[in-house]
């Protein structure tokens, strides 16, 4: 039988005889026999591992991975970036890969030094002062900066930007069930959010909005945080890392909270996971920071060390008091976007930023030049862009597949009504080749 | 059953025997007489012993400079592709207002630099791959090398998770099949895999049992927790509006029946159970426990952070459990990453299955077949998304931890239904003969047999040496291991939990427990207790100051000169 356990026959019995067992099953005699499996589970028997990864190849050949074959115009959070070698050589070292939480500070340091350095990076990023260690993904930093802003206000009401992520709002919307949380829908105009008038309704605990947001446009974050300065809320702001190499940063701003999506900074788009929720704050906000904080301390030598800090905050010491419930994060995924910062460095984020900008710029300007195609929304865009065609998004997005594209993501109804809405995202490996021949494909497909 | 049960006169029958086979069930608050009994010869192990990191020196002495201590001003790493895309100015693509004056403040380095950089850091990092990890409750097995390989398959990877159905046939029909798999598993009747980790599993199933209670009509208040639980229980019960109800455990280590049926009402929605518990105890009244809950129209939610015990032996249906969550990045290998990706899928009942996350994956036409590996064949199916009828909505981003998945799944088929009850049972043999050779070592409250773990407590070195738990943490890290859970569960004074999993030879299991005798020999010795007070030295850092580090944050460090920025918060 495969399997990964060491022992041997002979093992087994000289163990279970300094137990004073009969056999294994006699281990389990604290199980009920009314309970026990009288029968294997309903599971094929097991494999050699090359059988079990030659199933895997099949299903993977079962899928169209963006590529030659597939050219990738599609984002909406998951973006196909140039992923260079070194970072996956070096965040697939199994030292990173293999241990666990870094309770034990002092054979941890690696993971615990390479975490301190993402949340210094990430920080500087958004503009604030501090950043955790991370989240699961881009709807868990939102949920999370929304649960801090409700804590720190005492209020119930959130104003929820349509600019921001539909699946991150929908995950919100799943989770405000729980504490209570009214959730206040603010639509879009030519594609940035109209905020309400303050008068109208109770004030909110905070203000969430992308940055760029889900259309690809720069929302006013002046507007948005002078309607926190007069409601009293705490300003979240939803930025893009990538978009922040050419951006003021959202903490220039005035943001409380900068929550976001960390995948197009080194991750595969792996179907949706694993990602990087990133959550960096103000310093005041440090008590109610969820999840885990990396400090610099010293050893008993007085020698630079790091270890995880401001535990009493954590579910394990505040256990039914805790205002966050998370443990287990990305990590791996955190030390991942560090490596590709580090390999990226100011010159390489803002060239990046550029680049999308620049391919963004052409794509939509082609795009838009074909007969029929309209813009969705006029605000300015860095990375990502929306379109109406005169075709059904859906259906075109599915005939460009057989032409060699992901041409984007076609739009839910609370953006495009009537199922026209195309989103389009050119990052900096799309080539003008590839561009060109897409838009002469959507001009083939919606005529 | 409770004849053929491994009784602690058992055990003493051993050649390793704990002491008088007489001698009354040790609660937490009488504290063992395990430290205390007679010493006899440890079996006989022979062979050499693995799972030591015994080259610490590899493990790098010298403090590592940061990433921004290295940085030097038009130092670079990165090249980007050549595209042709014409190269507007910043000015042109940007409206002024909206534009940094400056790119981002972050380090410069060069590519060599950054690889000595990172791999220095794995120098100074303890990991699976090194060496024995017996931290209780986090299941610490070895990860096997072909679940990286299949995680990195461009036709995994390289998937955009927007894309339609039909273009990720594969990756909908590898869902589908690690569903039926956990389901298998845990007998239940349907699952979703979003939840990004155990307590996003846990979380979406106390929102899943609020939301079935208001479809029959009625609002429940609170959850019943027992005092051991982890505490992410009770956390996520505050997150999901409910109130805490804590549950005593009596002196056998099980929850307190009494005191549980004391507190069960009409304002209970369901009690939050780990089985084997966090003692490492199997819960032997648990039908009790689920006919007390059901009959007040509660459910039974199970925190799977402990399934590795009881695969293929006893599922949590059985025991009558309607919600479960699984730690995949536990129980089924998938590495834990130094903390995370992990993945918290959520099996149910047929009742509760109408109420899971979606959109869920789904075969919506033909079946599977069966290749003749006996593998599944997803050959004829085919597949799509599906909202359930009264789905709670969402609970990620997109579809959970994929890659984290299909290592999962992978780990399921060399397994298979033979594979997974031997790891059960391997990893509770693991545990049973630790905890048989610790027992003359350390006190072991709770004197009956355990499943995948044991939790002994140090409070003998407190009492005579003022040495607490950590203190002998720290002091097995010098002897090469990584250390069991310190402190925890809470019911336990100085408690040290070991988990040793099946991946451990017995010849590591009885190096571990040498290096626990070596320290507890050293504590009786003059100047021992201040030299394990003093513990680690061999590691890359020194005993680390904690308390200074929430005293005085620096979350950052300054980009520029690598100086710390000042305190904030």
């Known amino acids: 039988m495969p399997g990964y356990w060491p022992h041997t026959g002979d093992d087994v019995e000289a163990m279970l005889a300094f137990l004073g067992l009969g056999s294994l099953d006699d281990l389990f005699a604290a199980v009920p026999d009314s309970l026990r499996l009288a029968a294997p589970l309903d599971l094929a028997a097991g494999v050699p591992e090359p059988d079990a990864a030659a199933h895997i190849d099949d299903l993977a050949a079962a899928n169209r991975p963006v590529g030659r074959e597939l050219v990738c115009f599609a984002g909406g959070g998951a973006y196909d970036h140039y992923l260079p070698p070194v970072t996956a050589a070096l965040a697939g070292r199994s030292e990173f890969v293999t241990s666990y939480t870094p309770y034990q500070a002092e054979v941890a340091q690696g993971v615990l030094q390479a975490v301190f350095e993402f949340q210094t990076l990430l920080a500087h990023l958004a503009g604030v002062e501090i950043a955790n260690a991370s989240l699961y993904d881009g709807a868990a930093a939102v949920v999370e900066a929304v649960n801090l802003a409700v804590g720190v206000t005492g209020r119930e009401d959130v104003w929820l930007s349509r600019g921001v992520n539909p699946s991150w709002r929908q995950v919100l919307g799943t989770l405000a069930t729980g504490p209570g949380h009214r959730l206040v829908d603010v639509p879009l105009a030519g594609g940035l959010t109209r905020w309400p008038d303050a008068g109208g309704s109770p004030p909110p605990a905070a203000l969430v909005v992308g940055y760029p947001n889900y259309l690809g446009c720069i929302e006013d974050l002046a507007a948005a945080r002078a309607a926190c300065d007069e409601t009293g809320a705490l300003l979240v702001v939803a930025f893009d890392p990538i978009a922040a190499g050419v951006l003021r940063s959202p903490g220039s701003w005035g943001a409380d909270v900068v929550v976001g999506e960390g995948q197009a900074l080194g991750l595969p788009l792996a179907f949706g996971g694993p990602y990087l929720g990133l959550f960096a704050c103000r310093a005041a906000h440090v008590r109610r920071l969820p999840g885990r904080l990396v400090g610099q301390t010293v050893d008993a030598d007085g020698r630079r060390a790091y270890v995880t800090t401001l535990r009493t905050r954590e579910q394990d010491i505040r256990r039914e008091r805790a205002t966050s419930n998370v443990c287990t994060n990305q990590t791996l995924m955190a030390v991942t976007a560090a490596i590709q910062l580090g390999w990226l460095g100011p010159g390489g984020l803002a060239e990046v930023a550029m680049r999308c900008a620049q391919g963004t710029r052409y794509c939509r300007d082609a795009m838009l030049a074909l007969d029929g195609v309209e813009p969705l929304a006029d605000a300015p865009v860095v990375r990502e862009f929306a379109v109406r065609l005169p075709a059904d998004a859906a259906t075109v997005v599915d005939r460009l597949a057989d032409d060699g594209f992901l041409a984007g993501i076609a739009l839910g109804p609370e953006y495009a009504g009537n199922g026209d809405g195309l989103l389009v995202a050119v990052t900096e490996k799309r080539t003008l080749r590839e561009i060109d021949a897409l838009v002469a494909a959507v001009d083939k497909a919606v005529r | ?569």
Not at chain 2, 456 to 470: K, P
């Open chain 2, 1 to 569: 059953m409770s004849g053929s049960q491994v009784s602690g006169s058992q055990v003493s029958g051993s050649p390793h025997g704990s002491g008088d086979p007489g001698r009354a069930p040790v609660g937490r608050d009488e504290p063992g007489t395990g430290a205390t009994s007679a010493r006899s010869a440890p079996p006989a192990v022979e062979g050499a012993p693995g799972g030591r990191a015994s080259s610490a020196p590899l493990l790098g002495g010298d403090t590592e400079p940061t990433l921004f201590e290295l940085s030097r001003p038009g130092r670079r790493a990165w090249q980007l592709p050549t595209t042709g895309v014409p190269a507007l100015a910043i000015e042109d693509l940007v409206p002024a207002s909206y534009r940094r004056d400056a790119p981002p403040p972050l380090a410069e380095v060069s590519e060599r630099d950054l690889v000595a950089h990172f791999t220095r850091l794995s120098h100074r990092q303890f990991s699976v791959d090194l060496g024995a990890y017996p931290l209780g409750s986090c299941t610490m097995k070895y990860n096997p090398k072909v679940c990286d390989a299949v995680a990195a398959l461009p036709g995994l990877a390289a998937v955009h998770p927007a894309a339609p159905a039909r273009l990720v046939q594969g990756w909908l029909a590898l869902l589908v099949e690690l569903e039926e798999a956990l389901c298998a598993v845990t007998g239940m009747a349907a699952a979703t895999l979003q939840p990004a980790a155990g307590a996003a599993g846990e979380l979406t199933g106390l929102l899943m049992m609020r939301a079935w209670h208001q479809a029959q009509g009625r609002q429940r208040r609170t959850v019943v927790i027992p005092d051991s639980a982890h505490g992410t229980n009770p956390a996520s019960v505050t997150l999901g509006g409910y109130d805490t109800v804590t549950v005593p455990t009596d002196p056998s280590g099980g929850v307190d029946l009494a005191a549980l049926r004391r507190v069960l009402d009409e304002d209970v929605a369901g009690i939050m159970l780990t089985n084997p518990n966090t003692l490492g105890l199997f819960e032997r009244d648990i039908e009790a426990v689920a006919g007390a809950v059901h009959d007040v129209g509660g459910l039974l939610y199970y925190d799977g952070a402990n399934l590795n015990a009881i695969m293929g032996v006893v599922r949590p249906g059985d025991m009558g459990f309607d919600i479960v969550h699984l730690n995949l990045h536990k129980t089924f290998a998938t590495p834990h990453g130094g903390g995370g990706p992990g993945a918290g899928p959520l099996a149910v009942t047929a009742a509760l299955a109408p109420f899971l996350p979606g959109p869920r994956p789904v075969r919506t036409a033909g079946g599977p077949g069966d290749a003749p590996g006996g593998i599944r064949d997803p050959g004829s199916a085919r597949y799509g998304w599906e909202q359930p009828e009264r789905s709670i909505g969402r609970v990620h981003s997109w579809h959970g931890n994929a890659l984290v998945l299909a290592r999962a799944l992978t780990y399921t088929l060399v397994h298979g239904a033979d594979g997974l009850r031997q790891v059960a049972q391997l990893a509770v043999l693991n545990a049973n003969w630790l905890r048989a050779r610790l027992a003359g070592v350390f006190d072991v409250p709770f004197d009956r047999p355990c499943m995948h773990e044991c939790v002994v407590s140090a409070a003998g070195l407190r009492r005579e040496h003022g040495l607490r738990a950590s203190d002998v943490a720290k002091a097995l890290l010098d002897e090469g291991f990584h250390a069991p859970t310190v402190s925890f569960p809470l019911i336990v004074d100085d408690a040290l939990m070991f988990e040793p999993t099946e991946t451990e030879s017995v010849q590591t299991l009885e190096a571990l427990a040498q290096a626990c005798e070596r320290v507890v020999a050293e504590a009786a010795t003059p100047g021992g207790p201040e030299r394990i007070g003093n513990a680690p030295a061999r590691t890359p850092v020194r005993r680390v100051d904690e308390a200074r580090a929430a005293r005085h944050l620096i979350p950052v460090a300054d980009s520029v000169s690598g100086r710390p920025s000042p305190p904030t918060g």
